[in-house]
Nanobody, 120 residues
Framework: QVQLVESGGGLVHNGGSLTLSCAVSGSHFSVKTMGWYRQAPGKQRELVATITTDDNTEYTDSVEGRFTISRDSARNTMYLQMNSLKPEDTAVYFC??????????????WGQGTQVTVSS
C-alpha cells in the first residue's frame, strides 16, 4: 500500500528555518508531480509549491524566495526547505503526489500532515 510519510515539522522562532521531508513508501511504478499544501486554523488548504519530474518548480507568492522545493527521485523523497519563516507560515503542511501503482493509473496521494509553528 502506497503511503506518503512526512517529517520535519516543529516549533521555530520568527526568522528561523525548517526542512520538511516527504517519503513515498510501498510498491509503485512511478511518481509524477509532487507538492506541498498547508492549512492554517480556520483557513482553507492552500498550495505552497509543486515540483515536476523535470524539476520544474512553482511557488505561491507568499513563499517565493523563502521556500525551496526539491526531490530526490532515487529515494522517492521530496523536501521543502523553509527559510525566513514568519508567524503567518504557521500551519499543518501536507505533501501530495501523483503516483501510479500496479493496479491504478496516476492517482493523488496525501500525507498525514506535519505541524509547523512559527512563534513571533
Amino acid at each position: 500500500q502506497v503511503q506518503l510519510v512526512e517529517s520535519g515539522g516543529g516549533l521555530v522562532h520568527n526568522g528561523g528555518s525548517l526542512t520538511l521531508s516527504c517519503a513515498v513508501s510501498g510498491s509503485h511504478f512511478s511518481v509524477k508531480t509532487m507538492g506541498w499544501y498547508r492549512q492554517a486554523p480556520g483557513k482553507q488548504r492552500e498550495l505552497v509549491a509543486t515540483i515536476t519530474t523535470d524539476d520544474n518548480t512553482e511557488y505561491t507568492d507568499s513563499v517565493e524566495g523563502r521556500f525551496t522545493i526539491s526531490r530526490d527521485s532515487a529515494r522517492n523523497t521530496m523536501y521543502l526547505q523553509m527559510n525566513s519563516l514568519k508567524p503567518e507560515d504557521t500551519a499543518v503542511y501536507f505533501c501530495t503526489a501523483k503516483i501510479r501503482t500496479a493496479s491504478t493509473w496516476y492517482e493523488d496521494y496525501w500525507g498525514q500532515g506535519t505541524q509547523v509553528t512559527v512563534s513571533s
